[in-house]
């Protein structure tokens, strides 16, 4: 998990502020380069549970943190497939596949709270489409308030509430739908909509999200954000999930009701679009594949085929034996995850010294250094978390820095016409970058700065001082 991802200790690091300060920021005081700019705090509440977790436990509770979330998706995963009435043997199938797709992007960030929310939702909806129970609806507008807290990711939740709600107004025109039904999930929607307003900085969030995600720039500079590399063993289990769900469903062709195969084409497109997004697939997408075949054999057994009737059975004594284990599996799960934070875990969870400036910062006093660094970008965050009183030049938190500083970043990292001006406007004397990085190696040439520590991770330079 801190293998390659610096964004991990900005995420800690403002948590602190928040729980030191008991004020949740809305200006920026890491950076130097955009110092008291406007803060969009889209992530706050996710921040302080990941600062809480690593004062505990250190870096290991940050990662059993993210392993509690990570599971609760696979599990809700599981629980969305049997509320759709799949049999608990092809649910737990669905789970595992669903496993093995969410770690394309198992990293200690926020957005596992958007990927475990978005199942939640989605449980929700299934159950209230199976039961018609007007009460579960009253549970959207909070978990639609705490998403809006936790992660910047919940207008995919209404993509899924669009669903449902267009699902049922298309069944009121076909009159297999009451209208009272369509009225209440419409109502439910746009009170979840106002629901994510409560939040410290109102509607200004949408416009931030939204914003984002609109801009050509960053969806194009953010690898995670492009769609699929087919060529990468990611992109392979991708293909021969989708390949074999074809097949599957070509073979099977079970009954699809609208809002199953909607959910699946729209998790099918998000994971298309985007590999960061092939969570959503996992999570809206693949419990359908269990409920589909589990209707197959239901169908085929009441047809009177043998083995769909053995096939049945067995799922119902499966059921059976998980109903008396389940109810305690949570709590297992919870006192396993503290054992290993506080046991094995503790001394393996670090940053890792092969990808981080780890020794290049313990030699360099950051005390005896000007505030003012030039870092390579995905330093940034364990650099905030690591060294509280350096000011970066800016890190992962692209969407606050803005398209014209991330472009003058990189145009003094690839060492592009006018790359010493921006270094001499932000009053930068010492960088620390990558050996291979272009700007490494013309600093290298330069008389006015001189190289003051260099290993295969990383190399500072530090600007000469007139005599």
Not at 111 to 130: F, I, P, S
Request: hydrophobic share 50%; proline share 6%; charged share 15%.
């Amino acid at each position: 998990m801190f293998r390659a991802d610096g964004d991990v200790g900005r995420h800690i690091r403002v948590g602190r502020e928040v729980i030191e300060t008991h004020q949740i920021p809305l200006t920026d005081s890491l950076s130097h380069t955009k110092p008291g700019g406007a803060w969009v705090p889209k992530e706050w509440a996710s921040q302080v549970s990941m600062a809480a977790a690593d004062a505990s436990f250190g870096l290991a509770g940050v990662a059993v943190l993210a392993a509690l979330l990570f599971a609760a998706s696979v599990w809700l995963v599981f629980s969305i497939a049997l509320s759709g009435r799949a049999g608990v043997v092809t649910a737990l199938l669905a789970a595992a596949l669903s496993l093995l797709l969410q770690l394309v992007h198992l990293l200690p960030r926020p957005h596992l709270a958007t990927t475990a929310l978005l199942a939640a939702v989605t449980l929700v909806m299934v159950c209230y489409r199976e039961s018609r129970h007007g009460g579960l609806l009253l549970v959207l507008p909070l978990l639609f308030a705490a998403w809006a807290n936790l992660h910047g990711g919940f207008p995919i939740g209404f993509a899924v509430l669009g669903v449902f709600v267009a699902d049922a107004w298309i069944g009121v025109i076909r009159r297999d739908t009451d209208i009272r039904t369509a009225m209440l999930l419409s109502v439910a929607a746009v009170g979840s909509a106002l629901a994510t307003l409560l939040n410290p900085v109102g509607a200004d969030l949408w416009r931030h999200v939204t914003g984002h995600l609109g801009s050509r720039f960053f969806m194009d500079i953010t690898q995670e954000f492009q769609s699929p590399d087919f060529h990468q063993a990611y992109g392979r289990l991708l293909l021969i999930v989708i390949l074999g769900a074809g097949t599957l469903v070509g073979w099977l062709r079970p009954s699809i009701r609208r809002y199953e195969g909607a959910l699946f084409l729209l998790g099918l497109a998000a994971a298309l679009t985007s590999a960061r997004h092939i969570t959503v697939f996992a999570v809206i997408s693949i419990p359908w594949l269990a409920v589909w075949v589990s209707r197959t054999i239901e169908d085929s057994a009441a047809n009177g085929s043998a083995r769909a009737l053995r096939l049945r059975e067995s799922g119902e004594h499966i059921a059976a034996s998980a109903a008396l284990a389940g109810p305690a599996l949570p709590i297992i799960a919870c006192l396993v995850a503290i054992a290993v934070a506080l046991g094995p875990l503790k001394a393996r969870a670090a940053f890792d010294p092969t990808q981080f400036p780890v020794a290049a910062l313990e030699s360099m006093p950051p005390e005896n250094m000007p505030p003012e660094l030039f870092n390579q970008m995905r330093w940034g965050g364990y650099i905030l978390y690591e060294y509280p009183d350096i000011r970066i030049f800016m890190d992962g938190h692209a969407d606050y820095f803005g398209e014209a500083l991330t472009r003058e970043y990189l145009g003094i990292r690839h060492v592009a016409p006018g790359w010493q001006d921006g270094l001499d406007r932000y009053s930068v004397n010492w960088t620390l970058t990558m050996p291979q990085a272009p700007i490494s190696q013309a600093l290298e040439q330069s008389p006015e700065w001189q190289r003051v520590y260099s290993d295969r991770v990383a190399v500072v330079f530090e600007r000469r001082r007139n005599p």
